[in-house]
């Protein structure tokens, strides 16, 4: 099973507000990435790192920052929240490989967001 | 055309049933390819790798198919529990990783 953790579960908040949107993983892993769900819909990737000191953005674009201090911590914040950033947010890592095999993606259980 | 298509279904099983789907990819140099299962509202867990000579879990067999370039998951002796969102993951040189945008099943009495 993997050791992957996203923090709050929920939450619910006014527009205006910062957030920090916490993940933590405790596997080693040198990837990370951000991902952007809405219900039924696709996912989009929203920022990635892939080590410490480096975060580049995804393939949507997001008013959302990222930083990579340590390598088992990938917060997200949101300096001003809108109710047009109100969808789940999916952290996930993976483990670089030095063959030409890609390890896959391990997923933390989500943040739900609701911007009010 | 997008870089990994699936197609969006929803595919209607009855149970017991056998149910197979595909996800194509469009860059040739595609390395590592895999299958998730994604329920409502819960993040996507990995089903299993897809091997180039092909694999099977249980009712699960995966193919992958480099000359047309695609994958696909058969799932055999369909269970309600199988109902599920299915999404293929492609990845290519340099790690770039790129999720199909899903196929539904819905598995039925």
């Known amino acids: 099973e993997a050791d992957i953790y996203q923090t709050p579960r929920y939450l619910v908040i006014g527009t205006g507000k910062k957030i920090t949107l916490e993940c933590s993983q405790t596997m080693g892993h040198d990837k990370m990435y951000w991902y952007q769900q809405d219900p039924g819909m696709e996912l989009h990737l929203i920022h990635y790192?892939?080590?410490?000191?480096?975060?580049e953005k995804g393939d949507l674009s997001s008013e959302s920052t990222v930083s990579r201090i340590r390598t088992e911590h990938f917060p997200l914040t949101l300096e001003s929240a809108r109710p047009s950033h109100t969808s789940q947010y999916l952290c996930?890592?993976?483990?670089?490989?030095?063959?030409?095999?890609?390890?896959?993606?391990?997923f933390g259980n989500g943040t739900r967001l609701t911007v009010t | 055309r997008k870089e990994v298509e699936q197609d969006p279904g929803p595919f209607n099983v009855p149970e017991g049933a056998t149910v197979a789907f595909n996800c194509t990819y469009s860059n040739s140099a595609s390395q590592s390819f895999f299958w998730y299962r994604q329920d409502c509202r819960k993040e996507p867990k990995l089903l299993m790798s897809v091997y180039s000579s092909g694999n099977e879990d249980g009712r699960f067999t995966a193919q992958l198919n480099r000359a047309s370039q695609y994958i696909s998951l058969l799932i055999r002796d369909s269970k309600l529990s199988d109902s599920a969102t299915y999404l293929c993951?492609?990845?290519?040189?340099?790690?770039?990783?790129?999720f199909g945008g899903g196929t539904r099943v819905l598995v039925k009495p």
């Open positions: 996930a890592s993976s483990l670089t490989s030095g063959s030409s095999y890609n390890s896959p993606l391990h």
């Open positions: 993951v492609v990845t290519a040189a340099g790690n770039k990783l790129t």
């Open positions: 790192s892939y080590g410490v000191n480096s975060t």
